[in-house]
């Protein structure tokens, strides 16, 4: 098994060259929608626990979104809705495809089934609606190794976390435009397998947030020792 980790919105910077987009733009910058709080702390301390490479994006998402695709209308926000044609090949050439292309490369040269978990957090209040899923589970129900992971997970993480919700598909579907999505296109169920994990960012700097970390290296030993062998 070939694990791999992967944090798209593991911060909010902005590089120089392009900061008058976001001149006093702070607060949304601070906000989930310029970065997922948590998330690059997360996967830092997965990928450590389980000596598996990480590749991380720390651009703000604003700037360009680097998990949606090409075609998805989110890929450049408002907020940089006048940037040139030049301007946004250049983003995309510095910012976005090395991201995508050394993991899509890595899996393409792995011999073995490759595990991908891409590590977010979302808001606890989105439009006014509060959220009730604490940890989510996203993935493509129609792959099979995809879903029988995240069966194992979930059976793995429940015992450590009691009275959290453990959710599949929630707050987002695994099917919904994202870099796992895309991958599949690329590689079969038995050649890969892409897992999105949303951490609700409510526990952030509280005990619960350590629980969470903890429970999902022990979770993720306990599965990794028998996934492959179930596939």
């Known amino acids: ?16 060259a392009y900061s008058h987009f976001f001149e006093g733009r702070h607060d949304v910058l601070q906000s989930h929608r310029g970065w997922d709080p948590g998330a690059l702390e997360m996967a830092r301390y997965l990928s450590g626990q389980l000596a598996a490479p990480l590749w991380i994006c720390e651009t703000t998402r604003l700037l360009v979104e680097p998990n949606r695709s090409l075609h998805h209308s989110a890929l450049f926000s408002e907020y940089v809705q006048h940037l040139t044609d030049d301007e946004r090949l250049r983003i995309l050439e510095e910012y976005y495809h090395p991201h995508r292309s050394s993991v899509e490369d890595l899996i393409q040269r792995a011999s073995e089934t490759t595990l991908h978990l891409a590590i977010h957090s979302f808001t606890p209040v989105l439009n006014n609606v509060v959220r009730t899923v604490d940890v989510g589970l996203l993935f493509d129900p129609a792959r099979s190794s995809e879903a029988t992971f995240c069966e194992r997970y979930a059976e793995a993480l429940a015992p450590h976390l009691p009275g959290l919700v453990i959710q599949f ?14 991958l599949r296109t690329v590689f079969n ?14 526990y952030i700097g509280t005990p619960v947030w350590d629980d969470i970390a903890t429970a999902m290296k022990n979770g993720l030993t306990e599965v990794l020792a028998t996934y492959h062998a179930g596939l």
């Open 1 to 16: 098994m070939n694990l791999i980790f992967t944090c798209e919105h593991a911060g909010n910077a902005v590089p120089t």
């Open 189 to 202: 169920d038995r050649k890969y397998a892409g897992i999105e994990i949303e951490l609700n960012q409510k």
């Open 169 to 182: 598909n929630e707050p987002y579907k695994g099917i919904d435009d994202g870099f796992p999505t895309y």
